[in-house]
């Protein structure tokens, strides 16, 4: 099964792919998408633990073969199901790692799926105010991109923005919302590495 069809499957087919100059970089490079293909499987079927094992794996060949952009796919995939599995710091560095990645060489959509689980993290930890802002971010760079949000983190997504309106004032969350949509992609990003120490 090939990675758009496996993907469209699961309600979470890619926005983009990178074409790879040599059969065998080729080969190496659909086997590293076949298995963040499988963690995200994995991941929505609830097994956090196979999901990140399966996305470190995909996620070690793309570095091996110097992929940027399927490194960045297969960290984000290993942020969330770090975060699944409450290990809040595991989670932080994929998706701060995927972030910088994909804003620097793409894909740019990606940005905004780390920030979610960035604010999914926040959430998580008390930091509603700091969710709602990168949640705020992350939608607006979905809509100046032409990127909606994909179904198979829509369930998570949902979670994580109750999560945050239960524990703020309706004023404090539309302020911080608000705060969040008006960043530019830059000023996001920026102040996003930023906090995370550079």
Known sequence: MSRATAGTRRGCAPYAMTPCPSSARWARWAIGFALNDLALADYQEGNAEAAAARAAEGAALFREMRSASGLAEALATR?????????ADGARAALSESLRLAWAEGPRWLVATDLEGLATIDAAQGQAERA???????EHLRFTMGAPLPPCW??????????????????????????????????????VVAYLGG
């Open 132 to 138: 709602a802002l990168l949640l705020g971010a992350a």
């Open 154 to 191: 829509r369930a998570g997504y949902e979670r994580t923005m109750s999560s945050v309106r239960a524990r703020l004032s309706a004023a404090a969350f539309e302020s911080a919302w608000a705060a969040g949509r008006a960043l530019t992609q830059d000023r996001a990003v920026g102040e």
């Open 79 to 87: 942020g969330y199901a770090r975060a699944a599995q409450d290990d």
